[in-house]
Structure formats: C-alpha cells, structure tokens
C-alpha cells in the first residue's frame, strides 16, 4: 500500500475536468471517501468543477458538475487536508496556482504542499488526482503542472479537436485576444486549442519582442 500522484493534464477543451469528475464518479462507487479542490482564481464556477462541451455554435455548456472547495493559498491547502478523512483528492485547474516570484522551484506552495502530503501519508491508500495545464498560450510550462508531472505515478495526456483545421491533435490553449499575461481566464471567447501545424506564436515570445502582438495568419486559416 502506498500514496499515488496521478495527472492529467493537455489544452483547453481537451476533456481533463470530464475525465476527472469519471474517475472521482469510480472512486465513489468504490465507496472511496472523495475531497475535490479548486484554485479560487478560477472565477467560471464557483463552489464546484464543471466539465464543459464546445456546441456548433462556439459556445460552451456545463455537462457536469461535482462540489468543490476553493483554495487562495497555503493555508487553506492545509486547512482542508490536515485530517486524514479522505481517500481520494482531486484538484482541477492546477494551472492556476502560481509558483514563487522569484521562482525557488517547479513547484511553487501548491505543489510543495502536494508532495509533504504524498510524503505524510506515503504508506496509505491516498490517491491524489490533479488536472491543469501544462502549456500556456505562449508554449512555456505552465504553474506547477510540469512540476508536479515529474513527481507523478501516472500521467494521462489528452489532446483536443484543433479549432482550426479539425484534427485529433490540438495540444495548446491559443489565445485570440491581446495579452501577455499568463493568467487569463477565458473560454471561447479568449482561446482555442490548436495543433502544432495551426498554433501561431504571439510575436513578442517567438521574437523577444515586449509587449503581444498578433502573429499574421497563415492562408486558408480562418
């Protein structure tokens, strides 16, 4: 018996949250005792996580939804995994926890606090389960997500419908309004996942450039 990091992770609108919530669903036929985390930065859904699907239209709907508990920092981590009431911890949206400023390590307090807890409980049953982001728009590692890979039992890569041209390879979050920031929430409005053959790279990360600026389309994109 030991405690498992397990991570799946891939762009937007790739499936992670549905993926998810379907292994917390087996946990809890199991009779498996489930806690769901959330970064609170996250504003979309409030007190839960929510699977989404991409309709004809371009618009999102939920498909499905399970009760979460929002983090802001450190001490709500602990707060809520201190007692060892639970068999099963899930985390959605990893991604938007941030690492250190300036950055100590590829973990950040997020990813540190995981892996203490992997080390307290390491001869238990625990499973942690974590979904994020591991690319931002701009193709750089994104939050503790790469991080906490290297640290994982199992990792799970998913890959979307390419926005552009239809394929099974979308890899990335590319991001369509201005910006260089790397915390944006956004849903279709602000993004679409994109493979390698149709990602553009924001001009001011492929030249050194400051400052976003739209990178030319390439022909028969639309």
């Known amino acids: 018996m030991s405690a498992r990091l ?21 946990a809890q036929y199991a009779r498996k005792r489930v806690r769901i985390l959330k970064p609170a930065f996250d504003t979309r859904t409030q007190g839960e996580i929510a699977s989404r699907a991409v309709n004809s239209d371009g618009n999102t709907e939920f498909t499905a939804t399970m009760p979460a508990i929002r983090l802001r920092n450190a001490a709500d981590f602990l707060s809520v995994t201190r007692d060892d ?21 590829q973990l950040g307090w997020f990813g540190r606090n995981v892996r203490d807890l992997l080390r307290r409980r390491a001869a238990s049953d625990l499973k942690i389960i974590i979904a994020g982001l ?27 419908v390419c926005m552009v041209c239809g394929s099974d390879a979308g890899y990335i979050s590319h991001r369509i309004v201005p910006g260089d920031a790397q915390l944006v929430v956004g849903d279709t409005g ?3 996942v994109r493979c390698r053959a149709c990602y553009e790279p924001p001009v001011s990360v492929a030249t050194g450039v400051a400052g976003y600026v739209e990178a030319p389309r ?3 994109t639309r």
């Open 190 to 192: 602000e993004y679409q």
């Open 85 to 105: 009431d639970y068999d099963v911890l899930a985390v959605d949206e990893a991604h938007f926890f941030p690492l250190d400023e300036p950055m100590t390590d």
């Open 134 to 160: 591991e690319l931002d728009f701009a193709e750089q590692p994104f939050g503790p997500v790469p991080g906490l890979m290297a640290l994982a039992d199992a990792v799970e890569k998913l890959t979307g």
């Open 6 to 26: 397990e991570l799946i992770v891939g762009p937007m609108f790739a499936g992670k949250t549905e993926r998810l919530i379907a292994k917390l669903h087996r």
């Open 218 to 220: 390439k022909s028969g």
